[in-house]
């Protein structure tokens, strides 16, 4: 599955996530969860460090 999102991730910009996904027959929502989690832990809910000690 990793390289399928890959793909899209990478085509994303020439045929559009809703077309790509459809097209491969992947939920849009589990490519945006696999791209949420690829960007690391904590920003997928739009998290900001907050002020040091």
Known sequence: MNAIYTF???EK???GVA???RLLKVARS???AWL???K???RAQ???PGPGP
């Open 8 to 10: 899209i991730e990478a």
């Open 13 to 15: 910009t020439t045929y």
């Open 19 to 21: 077309f790509l996904c």
């Open 30 to 32: 589990s490519f945006y």
């Open 36 to 38: 949420a989690a690829a």
């Open 40 to 42: 690391g832990p904590g």
């Open 46 to 48: 739009g998290r900001r």
